[in-house]
């Protein structure tokens, strides 16, 4: 298969992951017509960067392949979708070629579980450790890491990604193993705790390599099984949030003393 062929199936299955904080406008395309610009199709991405930039990411998965059966994925294992896989090597040279194009600032990937978790982990931070040793890459970096992976493997993404992210899939223990059973909570605590871990050893210890700077995200799914008729339904969210990210520091988009206050005349616009 085609690099650019796998670069279209993979760039699509990777637009539903909404960690990076895309924008939910409507779509514009002009494809196949006239016009200048297109708000459709995928590939790309935007997030901030820690000092509150927003910069434009190549947003891929590794592959589509995935073990796993997950109902709300259109990666699910027994979905009918074309698949593909790249290479670590082939996802270096495409965020390489993208940026010196002008095209990305940096690389968003994430990846169906193929094998096993530590193996598909390992080839996650294979990409992100070959850009930032052998290419000397400085852009921004954000993996997506994989809950059940050795602990050690996403300590080692953390040295060289610039934000992680863990997705807490849905509220409820009891909501997971309807739509997603072969995930587990106390993995995807685990993967969260060794990331805070990771923080805090660089929060206290300004000698300690760099970890995360960016820090942590995710992302969370409450329709399907959950009531949704408030303020019952807010319940399992309130839960989930406080007891996942109740000792974390959460963080703005924009850093506060960053953004510029308006001018009075513009409130009143
Ligand atoms: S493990 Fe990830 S990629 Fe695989 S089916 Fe579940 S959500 Fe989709």
Redesign the pocket.
């Known amino acids: 298969m085609q690099l650019i062929e796998k670069l279209s199936i993979l760039a699509d299955a990777a637009k539903y992951d909404a960690s990076c904080a895309s924008s939910g406008a409507p779509k514009r395309s002009s494809e196949g017509k006239a016009g200048l610009g297109s708000t459709d199709g995928m590939g790309i991405c935007h997030s901030y960067t820690p000092d509150g930039r927003c910069v434009s990411l190549l947003k891929v ?1 590794l592959t ?1 392949f ?5 109902q ?6 027994s ?1 009918d979708v074309p698949r593909a896989r790249f290479s670590p090597e082939e996802v270096v040279t495409l965020t390489l070629d993208f940026y010196r194009r002008n095209c990305v600032s940096g690389l968003f990937l ?4 193929i094998r096993s978790s530590d193996y598909t982990m390992e080839q996650l931070v294979r990409v992100a450790k070959l850009l930032r040793e052998e290419h000397d890459f400085r852009g921004y970096i954000h993996l997506k890491t ?1 809950p059940d992976a050795d602990p050690a493997l996403i300590a080692e993404a953390g040295r060289y990604a610039d934000r992680l992210s863990v ?1 807490i ?1 849905l509220p409820t223990e009891a909501s997971l193993q309807t739509l ?1 059973p ?2 587990q909570i106390v993995s995807i605590k685990q993967a969260m705790h060794t990331i805070y871990t990771g923080e805090q050893t660089v929060l206290n210890e300004p000698r300690a390599p760099r970890f995360a700077p960016a820090g942590q995200s995710t992302q969370m799914i409450v329709a399907p099984t959950t009531p949704t008729t408030a303020p019952s339904s807010m319940a399992p969210r309130r839960y989930t949030a406080t007891s996942s990210y109740g000792a974390c520091i959460t963080r703005r988009s924009v850093p506060f003393p960053i953004a510029r206050k308006a001018c009075p005349w513009r409130h009143r616009r």
């Open positions: 998965l589509n995935c073990l796993y059966d997950c709300y994925c259109v990666n699910r294992r979905s994430s990846s169906g579980i994989i997705n899939e997603a072969e995930k």
